[in-house]
């Protein structure tokens, strides 16, 4: 639960654990044990909801545990669970679904009926970096990312999110906010910045005030961007943080 001013944001995982392997995720570090079923996907909301009351979900954010496009069909059954009046009741656009940039699924959920909005991890401009940072990078490059990002605005006319871990030293300099800015040149692009919050993955977070000049420099070349804040930190539950403890260590599991 993720409680900012009148919003009530619930984040929900879609599978034990991950396969895909992003460096700097703790999560990634576990492998996947297995895929969640739409109902325990669904019920994490109404849990939630239930331990809140009287103040209701007001959004969720599908950013937890889990590729959810590796698991597609349960996630999309909790989400119509979530949207449907006789359900949850939760209007599709409070409802936001992250991808580490899987190009085919995301073509197949921009063809949903559905309003629900997306967001796909990015986290450098460059296809070098990306690779070292980000297995799945060498199964979709760059531009095949941005191809299916752009069929997705251009079939949903809905705004998409791009997210970009900060860590020092690797993508955060000007070279990779002028790079950012010929990238994602759509009106509907938007770009979500968020601080490493530490994991023992080697990897450190942009100081506060680099990653206020970064925002700043990004939003003088004419992106669309937010400095977002991290919750979760205290109990290990923040971005990137979500690991079991005894799961640790364990070396990701192959995707298939």
Not at 36 to 57: G, S, T
Not at 80 to 97: K, Q, T, Y
Request: hydrophobic share 40%.
């Amino acid at each position: 639960m993720i409680p900012e001013k009148a919003r009530r944001t619930v984040c929900i995982s879609t599978q034990v654990g991950c396969p895909m392997g992003c460096t700097f995720c703790a999560t990634g570090l576990l492998g996947i044990k297995r895929n969640l079923k739409a109902r325990e996907i669904a019920e994490q909301v109404f849990v939630c909801a239930r331990d809140i009351a009287p103040e209701r979900v007001t959004n969720v954010v599908v950013m937890g545990m889990g590729e959810p496009m590796l698991n597609y069909d349960a996630t999309l059954g909790a989400l119509r669970v979530l949207n449907d009046p006789g359900g949850f009741g939760l209007a599709a656009r409070h409802i936001a679904v992250s991808t580490s940039g899987l190009v085919e699924k995301i073509r197949r959920f921009a063809d949903e009926p559905e309003q629900f909005h997306l967001a796909i991890s990015l986290h450098t401009p460059f296809e070098d970096e990306r690779r070292e940072i980000m297995p799945v990078a060498a199964r979709h490059t760059i531009p095949e990312l941005v191809d299916a990002a752009r069929y997705f605005v251009t079939r949903t006319r809905r705004k998409l999110f791009f997210e970009y871990t900060l860590l020092a030293g690797v993508n955060d300099q000007p070279r990779h906010v002028e790079a950012l800015t010929e990238l994602l040149d759509h009106p509907l692009y938007h770009l979500n910045l968020l601080r490493f919050n530490w994991t023992d993955t080697g990897f450190s977070a942009t100081s506060k005030a680099d990653a206020k000049s970064f925002l700043k420099y990004a939003r003088e070349l004419g992106l669309s961007a937010t400095l977002r804040p991290s919750r979760g930190q205290d109990i290990d539950a923040a971005c990137g943080q979500l690991a079991a403890k005894d799961l640790r260590g364990r070396p990701p599991v192959p995707m298939a």
